[in-house]
């Protein structure tokens, strides 16, 4: 069997408290299932995080072994009105709000020395474009929230810095499935022009120098 051209790492969560139902889970089960990366040689390499600090990095150190080309990360933000395509990760952590293993970080930063922000690693406008292609609202971001989501994006880009070549990396906020007219469907279609934008934007990165932002 050939090498695939680009290797693509999806994930996102489980539920947690207040968030019964994640969507950000289903987006991802769903694109496991489709035959159409397969089929372009894209191997797509899916996990779905326990919404808790420790787990969740852990099971992203395993997606990170896999050397990806593309990493792309899907989060429901409660009160969004459309889809956030996060161009910012900051080091800081909810001292407030526990996971769901109920535990509640006691310091602000997530590393000690690490740095206050850290920007998107990828087009982060060409992959807006690609979400609003589908048909659906999208827009650019700079507040990932305080709690996992910016936790799981701030250490994506800090375990993958040193890498060569470091993998793009992109963290997508979705709205709750059924607000304001995001059907489940509607969200599912917009993961996968994600996935698809990814992809091609890491083929292109082998041989174009890359331009974040």
């Excluded at 395509?85 to 509640?104: C, K, Q, Y």
């Amino acid at each position: 069997m050939n090498s695939p051209r680009v290797r693509v790492a999806v994930a996102g969560f489980g539920p947690f408290p207040g968030v019964p139902n994640n969507p950000s889970g289903e987006i991802v089960r769903a694109l496991a299932k489709l035959q159409r990366f397969r089929a372009a040689n894209i191997a797509l390499d899916a996990a779905i995080f326990e919404t808790a600090y420790g787990a969740a990095e852990a099971a992203l150190e395993k997606l990170i072994a896999k050397k990806p080309d593309a990493i792309v990360l899907f989060g429901v933000a409660g009160v969004a009105k459309h889809i956030r395509v996060e161009t910012i990760a900051r080091n800081r952590a909810s001292v407030l709000h526990p996971d769901h293993a109920r535990f509640t970080p006691r310091v602000r930063k997530l590393v000690a020395d690490g740095a206050e922000r850290i920007g998107v690693r990828g087009p982060a406008m060409r992959m807006r474009a690609a979400i609003r292609g589908t048909g659906a609202k999208a827009g650019l971001s700079i507040d990932a929230g305080g709690y996992l989501c910016n936790a799981v994006f701030y250490r994506a880009l800090t375990m993958t810095a040193a890498l060569t070549p470091a993998p793009l990396t992109f963290f997508i906020h979705v709205p709750p499935a059924g607000a304001r007219a995001f059907s489940m469907k509607m969200l599912i279609r917009a993961g996968e022009a994600a996935v698809w934008a990814a992809a091609n934007e890491a083929l292109k990165a082998r041989f174009v120098p890359r331009r974040d932002g």
